[in-house]
């Protein structure tokens, strides 16, 4: 089934884009989510004049985002938080945790560019990626201490 995406979607594209999709992921998820619309005549004409437009702002939200994640690399973020003997954390250190860690280093990023497969449960040094674009992916290191 053929669609045009309204918004970014993950592992498929970006607005504009005309994709070649199963019908049940359209009829199930796209469509009823509004996150693509049926590829017809009149909508492909609709989105064909728009495309040196979006094409120039998807340019510069890359751009940005390759600046962001340039301050981004030395970036270490430390958590002191109450720990056993063992290493393992009484709670863990989740995406909540982080964002709130880099908006109060001065950095703004969107809440869901961190990916964070499960929450930090151990001490030691771990690598977190923040995902601000597609193509763009930083690394942070996250350093955490056991509190006394």
Request: net charge positive; proline share 3%.
């Amino acid at each position: 089934m053929k669609i045009i995406l309204k918004s970014t979607v993950d592992n498929l594209g970006r607005p504009g884009d005309v994709k070649d999709v199963k019908t049940g992921y359209a009829r199930n998820y796209l469509l009823p989510r509004k996150l693509a619309e049926m590829a017809s005549e009149s909508a492909l004409k609709y989105w064909e004049k728009g495309k040196e437009k979006r094409a120039a702002l998807v340019a510069a939200d890359i751009k940005t985002a390759k600046e962001l994640a340039e301050k981004l690399t030395g970036v270490k973020l430390a958590f002191s938080v109450p720990a056993s003997e063992e290493g393992k954390l009484f709670g863990s250190i989740g995406k909540a945790d982080l964002l709130k860690s880099l908006k109060a280093s001065g950095f703004e990023v969107p809440k869901n560019s961190i990916t964070l497969e499960t929450a930090i449960k151990t001490t030691g040094e771990h690598e977190v990626s923040l995902r601000l674009q597609p193509e763009v992916i930083a690394k942070v290191k996250v350093t955490v201490t056991a509190r006394e």
